[in-house]
């Protein structure tokens, strides 16, 4: 079992649709949960952070996080075509200081 | 501000050659971060320091070494290049497991 988990896509929605990405991730002890965006050819930039149970909202962006279920979602309302990127889920492990990434999910936003 | 700095950018090695990728940070971070992404795997870890004088093994470490050098620098080696080397490498640097990681520009490497 890979330590963090995303469906690799492509999820195609339409422009002003919401998209929603998840991630699942092994390490129970998990303390700090990010979102990452990567345009082709380019490194990968913050989105948003979370560290605790439910939702947290910056924007048109949503993460949503349940340590019960081992669990980290992202939503983006409003969807742009300048929204179509890999977005990699990040984990940072409770039992090492590990940063580790998920395999990103290739969203792509249809005009 | 540079953030994190990466260098080389582009690189083109000869199997059997050896090179070392270096990376520095100044937002005074405490971790810092080796990973190699190639098309369909995402982000790999090859080794991490959670702090100066400390190195650990990623997921990937095989065919690597590390340094960290200071608590700017943390350098990659490849001490015998394989065409299975051929990657993306990203380093990164974190002030502690509870922020953001920030990203270097990258280093395309091609090993023929």
């Known amino acids: 079992q890979k330590e963090v988990e995303q469906n690799s896509g492509p999820l195609s929605v339409p422009e002003g649709a919401i998209a929603s990405l998840n991630c699942t991730y092994s390490?129970?002890?998990?303390?700090?949960f990010f979102w990452y965006r990567q345009y082709s050819g380019k490194s990968p930039e913050l989105i948003m952070s979370?560290?605790?149970?439910g939702d947290k909202e910056d924007g048109r962006f949503t993460a949503q996080l349940n340590k019960a279920s081992q669990y980290v979602s992202l939503l983006i309302r409003d969807s742009q075509p300048s929204d179509s990127a890999t977005y990699l889920c990040a984990v940072n492990g409770g039992a090492t200081n590990k940063l580790i990434f998920g395999t990103g999910t290739l969203l792509a936003v249809q005009p | 501000n540079a953030g994190v700095t990466q260098t080389p950018k582009f690189q083109v090695l000869k199997t059997g050659q050896s090179m070392t990728l270096q990376c520095a940070q100044d937002m005074n971070h405490n971790s810092m971060y080796w990973y190699r992404q190639d098309p369909g795997m995402g982000l790999r870890l090859i080794y991490y320091?959670?702090?100066?004088?400390?190195?650990d093994k990623g997921e990937v470490p095989n065919g690597y070494n590390v340094s960290r050098l200071n608590k700017r620098e943390f350098s990659l080696r490849l001490e015998s290049a394989a065409p299975s080397q051929t990657s993306v490498y990203f380093c990164a640097s974190q002030r502690d497991r509870y922020t953001e990681a920030f990203f270097g520009q990258g280093t395309r490497l091609t090993v023929v």
């Open positions: 979370i560290y605790s149970n």
């Open positions: 390490d129970r002890g998990s303390q700090s």
């Open positions: 320091s959670a702090s100066e004088g400390t190195t």
